[in-house]
């Protein structure tokens, strides 16, 4: 897979998040930055990701995928923010 088709695969699915994808073959990292993580923990961040590409994964069309969340506000001071 290709860092645009785990992108559309995410927007399709979740509504109201912007993502950053990077990766190849089927190793990716996603950040996903949107309203829908406010007041939700780590792991329920992290499983509304894992369940939009659980088809995927399932597969094996994707096998590592690494997974950073933010809601807007975190976004603006998040490290990850400043180079994007």
């Not at 950053?20 to 329920?44: M, N, P």
């Not at 939009?52 to 506000?73: F, Q």
Request: proline fraction near 2%; aromatic fraction near 8%; charged fraction near 20%.
């Amino acid at each position: 897979m290709h860092p645009t088709e785990v992108k559309a695969l995410l927007e399709s699915r979740l509504d109201g998040c912007e993502f950053h994808i990077q990766g190849e073959g089927c190793d990716f990292q996603v950040v996903a930055v949107g309203e829908v993580f406010e007041g939700l923990s780590r792991v329920k961040r992290q499983q509304l990701i894992y369940g939009a590409l659980s088809d995927e994964i399932a597969s094996g069309a994707l096998h590592a995928v690494t997974i950073k969340t933010y809601t807007p506000e975190q976004w603006q001071s998040a490290a990850e923010n400043q180079g994007v």
